[in-house]
């Protein structure tokens, strides 16, 4: 605890932890599906370390205050997760020092994103070597000090749009002063994923017909000349 910079860096830490925090949590309320990842060299631990609580900050489970010497406000709802504890106990480090493992590295994400992670763990590329592979070009070790912190999330299949096809223009004869039946068709309509489409018919910007699962829908129609538009959803975004 330097009592010159010790509370200059403990305000910085603080300030850029609640920063993130209010950050992530800005996006979360502004579309709470939003699928979010923050990965970095937080350059904290994954725990409480006396002084300020980095990370527990940013995932919304801030310790309290009086256990820790600057606490911060829980800024986060719902919490994130640290991914370190999906990796196995003892590999959960990404630095050395002095001969201590430390996890400084860290891969957060928030629930909408954390149910497609299948794992997490760190490429040993640096602090497993030693020190003096720096100074061989030879060897890809120790470039850094850091070992990458690797997640690895199954992506949904690309979505194809459906191209809408409201089919060929009609010419329908009135035979008398009622209202004539006109059937508009878009069973031309196709979907290149093969997805269930729910079909929309509209006049004017206004619906007409719809929503519905058939392609197909019959208006009773006065005399005149008609536009008519289809819309086509798979539902998938």
Same mark, same amino acid.
């Given at each position: 605890?330097?009592?010159?910079?010790?509370?200059?860096?403990?305000?910085?830490?603080?300030?850029?932890?609640?920063?993130?925090?209010?950050?992530?949590?800005?996006?979360?309320?502004?579309?709470?599906?939003?699928?979010?990842?923050?990965?970095?060299?937080?350059?904290?631990?994954?725990?409480?370390?006396?002084?300020?609580?980095?990370?527990?900050?940013?995932?919304?489970?801030?310790?309290?205050?009086?256990?820790?010497?600057?606490?911060?406000?829980?800024?986060?709802?719902?919490?994130?997760?640290?991914?370190?504890?999906?990796?196995?106990?003892?590999?959960?480090?990404?630095?050395?020092?002095?001969?201590?493992?430390?996890?400084?590295?860290?891969? =957060? $994400?928030?629930? &909408?994103?954390? !149910?497609?992670?299948?794992?997490?763990?760190?490429?040993?590329? +640096?602090?497993? @070597?030693?020190?003096?592979?720096?100074?061989?070009?030879?060897?890809?070790?120790?470039?850094?000090?850091?070992?990458?912190?690797?997640?690895?999330?199954?992506?949904?299949?690309?979505?194809?749009?459906?191209?809408?096809?409201?089919?060929?223009?009609?010419?329908?004869?009135?035979?008398?002063?009622?209202?004539?039946?006109?059937?508009?068709?878009?069973?031309?309509?196709?979907?290149?994923?093969?997805?269930?489409?729910?079909?929309?018919?509209?006049?004017?910007?206004? =619906? $007409?017909?719809? &929503?519905?699962? !058939?392609?197909?829908?019959?208006?009773?129609?006065?005399?005149? +000349?008609?536009? @008519?538009?289809?819309?086509?959803?798979?539902?998938?975004?």
């Amino acid at each position: 605890d330097d009592p010159v910079d010790g509370p200059r860096v403990r305000a910085k830490r603080k300030a850029q932890a609640e920063f993130l925090a209010n950050l992530i949590q800005a996006r979360q309320t502004a579309n709470p599906n939003e699928q979010i990842i923050a990965a970095g060299d937080y350059n904290a631990f994954q725990f409480n370390d006396g002084y300020v609580d980095a990370i527990g900050t940013v995932l919304g489970t801030p310790t309290l205050a009086g256990s820790v010497v600057s606490a911060s406000p829980d800024l986060v709802n719902p919490d994130l997760t640290d991914l370190i504890h999906l990796a196995p106990e003892d590999q959960r480090y990404s630095f050395v020092f002095d001969g201590n493992a430390q996890e400084l590295d860290h891969i =957060i $994400v928030n629930q &909408p994103l954390l !149910s497609r992670v299948n794992r997490m763990e760190y490429a040993r590329t +640096n602090s497993d @070597f030693p020190q003096v592979y720096r100074n061989d070009a030879t060897r890809p070790e120790r470039l850094s000090d850091h070992d990458p912190a690797v997640a690895y999330i199954t992506l949904p299949p690309l979505n194809h749009a459906p191209i809408a096809n409201a089919g060929e223009d009609q010419t329908v004869e009135c035979t008398g002063h009622e209202r004539t039946q006109v059937t508009l068709d878009g069973s031309g309509t196709t979907d290149e994923d093969g997805d269930s489409l729910v079909y929309t018919w509209k006049k004017n910007g206004e =619906i $007409v017909a719809g &929503p519905s699962g !058939s392609p197909a829908a019959v208006l009773s129609l006065d005399l005149g +000349n008609y536009e @008519f538009e289809l819309i086509a959803d798979d539902l998938s975004g």
